[in-house]
């Protein structure tokens, strides 16, 4: 009889895997950072922009992907130092639904930011209920309003002056995921893994979840993506779980692409309804995917305040934000 | 973009490049959550692991310019503060074991093959078992499973608890010497003939 043995042997049966939220507290590590903390940036994540450039974003390159024209008129000065800024945005706008041409919004805004040397990525969340100056777009009148309104009347290529305008951060490339591609490029990557602290039942993002580890189909994981009904139902929070989704599908990605032909019979299936615009081609996303390979990316938040108008908005917080998007330019 | 590099430093000159740059301590990390998550998870249950290894890497950073870089492996170094870490959950340990000798053990690994040589299954010897880890005094827990159930070396343990390697095989034997006793006591192979 071997008493370490049947040591181990006990120890086995009560070891656990560690969940995806792990990486959570690789986020306190790296936010414990003082630098950052003097920054005062809400630093949330850490590998999200990766899935967004090496999972979504080569998906439209395969396929004759619909392009978007860039906005008209005067637009902040192109870096040459090789750094790209890339805006992603997911709308729920649904592929071949006549009814939703016209009525999507952005419900999620990122911007990646790409250094010359692809080390250190960063990509901000731009909470949709951010009120700002949206300017004059097409036939549009400049207004004051929620941010996400920009892409809802004048389509990506509005958000994108938006943006721009607000930020003086020229956008080199823009992308857009709807509901379908986000589905399909879950699915592809056959699953991904999240932990909640307390169990789902929100008929509005139509998810049901236990409590505890689950494994979310395309599906559910674009519920959980949507979901609002949670926690303290805030923007915030929101944002928030969409870093977390992001992260365990880029370590999902990480587990299941691990060849050149298993990551092309990924690209295969998930880039159906992906848009961009058109400088954005095979070459240059290859090239971009290959350079991302050891990059650091890290999630930030817009600095934000609650809006003096309305406590559910938010309004940025200057000059906090403007120093962000500084760093940027 | 997906493979591992082949070849991968020292975790002692990730600890030193992170004295000018912080950002390469994430890497230990990468390299070391998983492994502390696990062990937590056996002592104290998967509910609080998360955050103690989460507080073991912070308070390993906040010390990373004290780290002996002649020491390679950091292993017995995030250990030895995860041990710190856990102690404060002493009650919680206990009362883990208590309840293990009680309720029975989700099987994960329950095959005949894990049965050992006198025929006594780790399984059917779990109330022992959890019963002994109960009673035994936190320091000589602290080694039985950092050897059982951390994989260290005795002078591994050593380092991690910063005891000499003297101290920790008398530890260990004394450890044992309960386990095996209690074994002794209650004898599944026994019952079962009787």
Redesign the interface.
């Given at each position: 009889?071997?008493?370490?043995?049947?040591?181990?042997?006990?120890?086995?049966?009560?070891?656990?895997?560690?969940?995806a939220?792990?990486a959570?507290?690789?986020n306190?590590?790296?936010g414990?950072?003082p630098?950052r903390r003097r920054v005062g940036l809400l630093v949330t994540g850490?590998a999200a922009v990766a899935t967004a450039a090496?999972v979504a974003v080569p998906t439209l390159v395969l396929r004759g992907h619909q392009t978007v024209a860039p906005p008209a008129g005067a637009r902040p000065a192109k870096v040459t130092t090789g750094a790209l800024n890339v805006l992603l945005v997911g709308t729920d706008s649904r592929a071949g639904s006549e009814r939703f041409r016209n009525g999507a919004r952005t419900d999620t805004i990122l911007l990646v930011h790409l250094p010359a040397d692809r080390k250190?990525i960063t990509a901000v969340s731009i909470p949709r209920d951010s009120i700002v100056q949206i300017p004059r777009c097409g036939a549009l009148p400049p207004r004051k309003d929620m941010i996400n309104s920009a892409f809802n009347q004048g389509g990506l290529t509005c958000t994108v002056k938006t943006i721009e305008t607000l930020t003086d951060v020229r956008i080199d490339h823009m992308v857009e995921v709807d509901f379908l591609a986000f589905k399909e490029v879950v699915n592809a990557l056959g699953g991904v893994q999240v932990t909640m602290k307390q169990p789902v039942n929100d008929p509005k993002s139509k998810l049901r979840l236990p409590a505890g580890t689950s494994i979310l189909n395309g599906e559910q994981a674009l519920g959980y993506m949507r979901l609002r009904n949670y926690g303290d139902g805030s923007d915030m929070q929101r944002i928030k779980r969409q870093q977390v989704l992001l992260r365990a599908m880029m370590a999902k990605?990480?587990k299941t692409?691990?060849?050149p032909g298993k990551?092309s019979a990924f690209l295969g299936v998930a880039g159906k309804s992906i848009k961009a615009d058109k400088d954005f081609d095979m070459e240059t996303m290859v090239d971009l995917?290959?350079s991302?390979?050891?990059s650091?990316p890290r999630f930030l938040t817009v600095p934000w305040v609650p809006s003096p108008d309305d406590p559910n908005r938010i309004v940025w917080k200057q000059p906090a934000a403007d120093r962000l998007f500084a760093r940027l330019r | 973009?997906?493979?591992q590099?082949a070849t991968r430093g020292a975790d002692a000159d990730l600890v030193s490049a992170s004295w000018t740059q912080?950002?390469a301590?994430?890497e230990l990390?990468?390299r070391y959550?998983?492994m502390l998550?696990?062990y937590v998870?056996?002592r104290l249950?998967?509910e609080p692991?998360?955050?103690l290894?989460?507080e073991t890497?912070?308070v390993a950073?906040a010390r990373r310019r004290s780290y002996d870089l002649a020491y390679a492996d950091a292993r017995p170094w995030l250990f030895g503060i995860l041990t710190k870490l856990i102690s404060r959950h002493r009650r919680t340990e206990a009362a883990r074991y208590r309840a293990?000798l009680r309720a029975p053990?989700?099987?994960?690994?329950?095959s005949p093959a894990?049965r050992?040589?006198?025929g006594?299954?780790?399984?059917a010897?779990?109330p022992e078992?959890?019963g002994a880890l109960a009673a035994l005094p936190t320091k000589d827990r602290d080694v039985?499973?950092l050897?059982?159930?951390g994989d260290l070396t005795y002078e591994e343990t050593a380092q991690a608890l910063g005891i000499p390697v003297g101290t920790v095989r008398s530890r260990l034997n004394r450890g044992?010497r309960k386990?095996?006793a209690a074994?002794g006591e209650t004898n599944p192979l026994l019952d079962e003939e009787a």
């Open positions: 009889m071997d008493d370490m043995k049947l040591l181990r042997d006990f120890g086995a049966a009560l070891e656990h895997e560690p969940p939220s792990l959570r507290q690789r306190r590590l790296t414990a950072r630098r850490l090496a250190e990605a990480k692409l691990t060849d990551v995917a290959t991302l390979s050891d650091r | 973009m997906i493979t590099p912080p950002e301590f994430a990390f990468d959550s998983a998550y696990r998870s056996k249950g998967p692991a998360e955050d290894v989460g890497f912070l950073f293990l053990v989700e099987d994960r690994v329950d894990d050992v040589a006198a006594v299954s780790a399984q010897a779990r078992l959890a039985l499973l050897i059982a159930w044992r386990v095996r074994l």
